[in-house]
Nanobody, 118 residues
């Protein structure tokens, strides 16, 4: 499985961005997908994750009500709509996919930088 993120950039506080993650390869084996982020000097943290076929995504408390994760199965693409952005949302955002073969280690994209100015 290969993952390629896009859509990051610089935005002012209160603004919006939409990240995309295009998946290719053995996408039919994916059973969970998600978004993580890592700010400078901090550990990588979960933003949103969904186990496919089980319902709605789960979000980190810090982004609930502001971020929305969605998927377009026909395009093998996952999105993260980010609204009401805050400076503390500044981080590199990574796309993640898990298969039975990969286990929790999963597959990762290269990351896309999101910078929110105050």
């Amino acid at each position: 499985v290969q993952l390629v993120e896009s859509g990051g950039g610089l935005v002012q506080a209160g603004g919006s961005l939409r990240l995309s993650c295009a998946a290719s390869g053995s996408t039919s084996n994916i059973d969970a997908m998600g978004w993580y982020r890592q700010a400078p000097g901090k550990l990588r943290e979960l933003v949103a994750v969904i186990t496919l076929g089980t319902g709605s995504p789960n979000y980190a408390d810090s982004v609930k009500g502001r971020f929305t994760m969605s998927r377009d199965n026909a395009k093998n693409t996952m999105y993260l709509q980010m609204n009401s952005l805050k400076p503390e949302d500044t981080a590199v955002y990574y796309c993640y996919a898990r298969t039975i073969r990969s286990g929790v280690a999963g597959y990762w994209g290269q990351g896309t930088q999101v910078t929110v100015s105050s």
